[in-house]
């Protein structure tokens, strides 16, 4: 008999979609599904990283990297159809792939504004769209499809820190979040999201190197004194796509250390 632990998080055997998935936040999530049990799709731009992160994760399990810019929507629409070609059934879609920008409220240009947010807000919706039918395929009442959004603390707090675009495009995601999870429950589909706060990066390393200090200012600000790890990440994507997280639709998960409510 399965244990405990087995009944209420594996993920074994259920495929995944991970975009961005070949690095940062999205590495981790895919490194975990991976060693859970799945067969996972990454998708990026960058064929070299998506190649690698998916070599050295076919040694656990199976990985396979797929190369799209989804702030086409073309782009969206050919990356579901290239999944389909693989896959009859997918159970878990983590919309993970973002941009982050950060200007002066004088100096944002309406291009700049549009380009963030066909990536970080239109590419999602447009993913879920495309991908409804592989995702019922998957789905029945006990064990709902799962599709988690990567949505941020900056869409949660009123600061903008000149991320205009950026904070909209993650507070966009998290209403779009419990707006598909009241239209997609009845079709066994979960839709649930996660606030990170700050988790190493390609993205954060950008805000580090640009803001000097800014990294030991935020390990002081962060209660739990800790940026986010995979364990943190991985472990709330396997809570929320597995039986554990059956039942839960339309939440949004601030994964900050603490540091929204901080003083
Ligand atoms: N790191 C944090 O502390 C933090 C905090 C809050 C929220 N988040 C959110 O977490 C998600 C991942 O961020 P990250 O920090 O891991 O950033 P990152 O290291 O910059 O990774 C971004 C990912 O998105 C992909 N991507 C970028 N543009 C794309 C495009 N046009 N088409 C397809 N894929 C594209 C990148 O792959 P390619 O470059 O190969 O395309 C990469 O895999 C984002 O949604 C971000 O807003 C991060």
Redesign the pocket.
Known sequence: MASIYEQLFSVSGKTALV?????????LISRTLVLAGCQVFI????QE??EQLAGELARYGHCTFLR?????EE?VRALAKELGSHITELHILVN?????SAEPIGSISGQSWDSLME??LR?PFLLTQALLSLLEAGASTDDPARIVN?????GLMPQSNGAYA?GCS?AGIHQLTRMLASDLRSRNINVNAI??????????A?FFAAVPDLKRSMLERIPARR??SLEDIGGTVIFLSSRAGAYLTGGITALDGGLLGAP
Not at 19 to 27: M, R
Not at 68 to 72: C, E, F, N, P, V
Not at 96 to 100: E, K, L
Not at 196 to 204: E, I, L, V
Request: no cysteine; proline share 4%.
């Open positions: 975009t961005g998935g070949a690095k940062g936040i999205g590495a998708t990026g731009r960058s990283a998506g799209h810019d989804l702030s086409s782009e993970n792939a973002g941009t982050f990536l970080n590419a990567i949505g941020s603390i900056g950026y993650k606030a990170p706060g700050y988790f190493p990066s390609d993205m954060t950008g940026f986010g």
